[in-house]
């Protein structure tokens, strides 16, 4: 009898300790998971940047490079970049703006994820300031524009997967930092604003 309630004990700390290992690797799994799109550039995830390096902008070849944006339904924004595509040169730092407005009669948070495509780009698409890096708080009818400044690395000219790229889509979508409970201030937006103001 004794034996048994050993082994009942031994075999309740083993499942315990695989529950808690198994909470750890989860909430371990997200920031592992960026770190290695962040090295990799899988998924189309760009890389963050110091900035350009002098004298490297490459000649000969360029790319045009698109800008595109959304909004999750559960946040009252208006979001769009402030130009729809640039041409650029490996190398070549760039600043370019996105624009967002509060369309809420209350103060939101909002946060954006992003990435490029194609995909194998990734690698190559280097930002050196971006307001994804950070949370964007918005107060009621507030609109901003918000900077991009990127560049992409010269080595994608080296890169003879890429040779058949010519153009690349830098997308962001914005959510809400916490989802608004229905009915709240936050998720109402004023008919007005919402239907006649414009960017």
Not at 10 to 16: E, F, N, W, Y
Not at 20 to 38: E, H, I
Not at 40 to 45: I, L, M
Not at 120 to 146: A, H, S, W
Request: charged content about 20%; overall charge neutral; glycine content about 8%.
């Amino acid at each position: 009898m004794a034996g048994r309630a050993r082994r009942n004990r031994l075999t309740a700390v083993a499942v315990a300790s695989v529950a808690v290992a198994m909470v750890g690797m989860s909430f371990a799994a997200v920031p592992l998971y960026r770190l290695f799109c962040q090295v990799t550039g899988f998924g189309g995830t760009t890389q963050v940047a110091t900035g350009a390096r002098p004298g490297t902008i490459e000649g000969g070849r360029s790319i045009t490079v698109s800008f595109d944006s959304s909004v999750d339904p559960d946040l009252p924004w208006r979001f769009e970049p402030t130009q729809r595509k640039i041409v650029v040169r490996p190398g070549e730092q760039v600043l370019v703006h996105y624009r967002a407005q509060n369309l809420a009669d209350g103060e939101v948070t909002g946060v954006a994820t992003f990435n490029v495509t194609p995909y194998k780009v990734g690698p190559y698409f280097n930002k050196v300031e971006c307001f994804c890096f950070t949370e964007q708080t918005l107060g009621p009818g507030e609109r901003i524009d918000m900077p991009v400044m990127f560049f992409v690395a010269p080595e994608f000219v080296q890169d003879s997967s890429l040779d058949d790229v010519t153009d690349i889509t830098l997308s962001y979508t914005f959510f809400p930092k916490v989802r608004p409970e229905p009915g709240s201030r936050e998720a109402r937006a004023p008919a007005e604003t919402s239907a006649r103001q414009a960017f």
